[in-house]
C-alpha cells in the first residue's frame, strides 16, 4: 500500500497515512486517523482540498480543459448523445443499449406527472416570488406526496427515485414559470422528447398551437448535458450531506436547489446578461475592458474566469457552436449577442485575460443561448436544476456500479465550483 508520512513538528511523531490512488488525476491521502494518531482536525476553509467520498462519476482537469463523465469527453457526450442517454450514464455507468433506453425512457414519460395537488402549493405563493424560491418549496413538498417512498434502502428502490426525480423536475419548473406569469399550467405531453416536452410545458397554450424547432430542442438537450455534473461541487455536496442522514431524496435535492440558487454557483449566467444589458451597447465595450483590466476598479467581466479551468472551458466550446447554430438557422440577431461576442473577440487577443487564462467559461454562452431559447432570465438557474438532477447521486452510489471506464477517486468539494 502507497502512504505519506506526517511528523509532528511538537512531538517528534512520525505517522503514515494511506495514499488513495486515483485512476485519473491526484492521488489522495487518507486522514480518517489523524485525530487518533496525533490529536489533530484538519482546516480547509472551503474544503477545496477535501474529497467527501469516493466517486467514480466525473473528472475534471482544469489545466488541459478537459470534462469526462463516467470517462466520455463531454463534447461527445453533448454532441452525439441525448441528455436522457447521458442521465443513464450517470445512474448507471455505461451508455444504454437501445433496448436499455428505450425501457429506461419510457418509465421516464409516465413518471412527468406530479400528484395533482402540487398546484395548490403553487398558487400559494406570490407571483413575483423569485422561481428558485417556488421550485426548491415544490420539490421539498414532493417528500410530502410520496411519503410511502420514505423509507428507500435498496439499489433499485433509489433508481427509482432517481428517475422519479428527474421525470419530474421539467414539470415542476414549467409549474414555475407559469404561475409567475399567470398563464394556466400545461401537462407534460408523453408523445414528446424529454427536452421538447419541456420546451412544450414553456410555450404552449391549451388549444393552440405551438412551434418548437429541432435545433431549439438539440441546444436544449445540449444545455442539460453540460450541465449534469462537476464534481463535488457545493449543489451536489448539500445534495449528498442531506441524503447521508437518511432523510427523503426530495428533502436532498430541495436542499441542492437552495445551493444552487447563489450568484457564485447556478446564478452566474444570470450575472452575464444583466452585465450584457447593462454595457448596453457595443461601442462602449471598451471601456468596460478597459475597467475590468484596472487594478483599482472592482468590476469583473462576467462569464470570463473559473476556478478550475485554467484553458478553455469544454462545456463553453459546444454551447458556442450551438449558440452560433441556433441563431444562423433561426436567424436571430440580438444587441445582446452582439455585445457579447465583440467582448469574446476582444478578450481573447488581450493580453491581460491571455496571460491569466481567463477564458470564456460556460456561463458565458449559456445566458444568450437561453435567451435565443425565449427562455427569461428569472429561468436561468431552474433550467440549470433540470439539468444537475441528472446527476441524482446518493449515498450508495458507487456502491453497486462498476462503470467501465473509471475516472477517478476522490474529488475535492469546491464551494460554487458549478
Ligand atoms: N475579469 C477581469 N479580471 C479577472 C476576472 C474577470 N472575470 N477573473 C479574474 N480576473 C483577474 C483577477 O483580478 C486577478 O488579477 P491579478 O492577478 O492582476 O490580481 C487574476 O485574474 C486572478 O483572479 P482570481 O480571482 O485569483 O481567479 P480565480 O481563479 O480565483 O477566480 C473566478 C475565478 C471567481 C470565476 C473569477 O474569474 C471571476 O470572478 N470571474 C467573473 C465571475 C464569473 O464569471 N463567475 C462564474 C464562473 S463559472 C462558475 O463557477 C459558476
Known sequence: MKSVTLT???????????????????????????????GYFTYDN?????????STITYIDGDKGELLYRGYE????????????????????????????????????????????IKKIFEAFPDKAHPMAVLSSAVSALSAFHFQHLDIKTHQEYMEMARRIIAKIPTLVAYTYRHSMGYPYIYPDPNRYFSENFLYMMRAFPNGKVKISQVEIDALDAIFTLHADHEQNASTSAVRLVCSTGAHPYAAISAGINALWGRAHGGANESVVDQLEMIGDVSKVDAFIARAKDPNDDFRLM???????????????????????????????????????????????????????????????????????????????????????????YPMDGAKTRPKRQNHTPTPTLCGQC
Do not use: W
Open 303 to 393: 462569464g470570463f474566469g473559473h476556478r478550475v479551468y485554467k484553458n478553455f472551458d469544454p462545456r463553453a466550446r459546444v454551447l458556442k457552436k450551438m449558440r452560433d447554430k441556433l441563431q444562423a438557422e433561426l436567424g436571430i440577431s440580438s444587441k445582446i449577442i452582439e455585445i457579447a461576442n465583440r467582448i469574446e473577440e476582444i478578450a481573447l487577443n488581450d493580453d491581460y485575460f491571455v496571460s491569466r487564462n481567463l477564458y470564456p467559461n460556460i456561463d458565458f454562452y449559456s445566458g444568450t443561448l437561453l435567451l435565443a431559447l425565449q427562455i427569461p432570465r428569472s429561468m436561468f438557474t431552474p433550467i440549470f436544476v433540470i439539468g444537475r438532477t441528472g446527476r441524482v447521486d
Open 8 to 38: 509532528d513538528n511538537q512531538s517528534g511523531k512520525r505517522v503514515e497515512f494511506p495514499l488513495l490512488e486515483s485512476v485519473l488525476g491526484s492521488h489522495v491521502i487518507d486522514i480518517s486517523s489523524l485525530n487518533k494518531e496525533l
Open 74 to 117: 463531454i463534447e461527445e457526450l453533448a454532441t452525439n448523445h441525448n441528455y436522457l442517454e447521458v442521465c443513464y450514464l450517470l445512474l448507471n455507468g455505461e451508455l444504454p443499449t437501445p433496448q436499455e433506453y428505450r425501457v429506461f425512457e419510457d418509465d421516464m414519460r409516465i413518471k412527468r406527472y406530479p400528484n395533482e395537488g
Open 46 to 54: 472551503g474544503l477545496g482540498m477535501t474529497a467527501s467520498c469516493t
